[in-house]
């Protein structure tokens, strides 16, 4: 069993503003002694400048965050892409997305299962929905992913063609990203440290606050309506069980 999962958005910063590197590394490694959970899942946004950064600076990056978030071997890391690891998709390019993905083991869309739990982590850049070079494949995956989940939960025409090894057992899938899913504020959150009532009330601009809501939709539909786990990218607290107006369910 899942003994436990810390989600986290650590932003490393880059060599042209300051940093609060070893306040993220003593409250990490505190967490990883107190709490032993053996996921932490990584919701994007690990580099401040990564979109921005010359080979030599992201390779240092890289290797700062491992030195930072160090862990036991046994503590598998679940990692979603961010904006700033590789830019807003109008300023996307191969050689910004392929340096991330290979430097963290990810990719447009990537099915994990442990110990029985199902994650699809999704790159937020791929949901534009214009067939670009990212986001094609991106939904591709998506479709390839949907017909292993089915298979899993027994249909037993599509194993023929798309049985995944690793599935185990099926299990709603718990779907990780760094955007949120279509909402059209915060208005509908209400947690400990959800966003201050100032902006609580701001509309979210689709494509940059939020994916879209077509994308958000599609999402849904190919991963058969899954346990929704998607991320804040305000940075604030958000426990959705259902949006109304057609937003996701959390």
Request: one cysteine or more.
């Amino acid at each position: 069993m899942i003994i436990g999962a810390f989600l986290l958005s650590s932003v490393i910063e880059g060599p042209s503003k300051g940093s609060w590197e070893w306040q993220m590394h003593r409250a990490f490694q505190s967490a990883i002694t107190l709490h032993k959970p053996n996921i932490v899942i990584f919701l994007g946004d690990l580099f401040d400048e990564g979109k921005w950064c010359m080979p030599d600076e992201f390779a240092a990056y890289v290797t700062r965050f491992h030195n930072l978030f160090y862990a036991p071997e046994e503590i598998q890391f679940l990692i979603a892409a961010g904006n700033h690891d590789m830019g807003f998709h109008y300023s996307l390019n191969p050689y910004l997305v392929n340096r991330f993905q290979k430097a963290f083991d990810t990719g447009p869309v990537k099915l994990v299962q442990i110990q029985g739990v199902t994650f699809v982590i999704i790159n937020s850049m791929a949901m534009e929905g214009d067939d670009c070079f990212l986001c094609k494949p991106a939904l591709t995956k998506l479709k390839i992913v949907s017909r292993q989940l089915k298979c899993a939960k027994g249909d037993k025409e599509l194993c023929e063609y798309w049985k995944n090894s690793m599935m185990k057992q099926y299990s709603m899938p718990i779907i990780l990203q760094h955007y949120p899913l279509f909402r059209e504020s915060d208005a509908v959150c209400s947690e400990p440290d959800e966003a201050p009532e100032e902006i609580k009330y701001i509309r979210f601009r689709e494509r940059w606050e939020c994916i879209s809501k077509d994308s958000t939709e599609l999402v849904r539909l190919i991963l058969l309506m899954g346990e929704l786990a998607s991320p804040y990218k305000a940075y604030y607290v958000v426990r959705i069980l259902s949006c109304g107006r057609g937003g996701p369910s959390r």
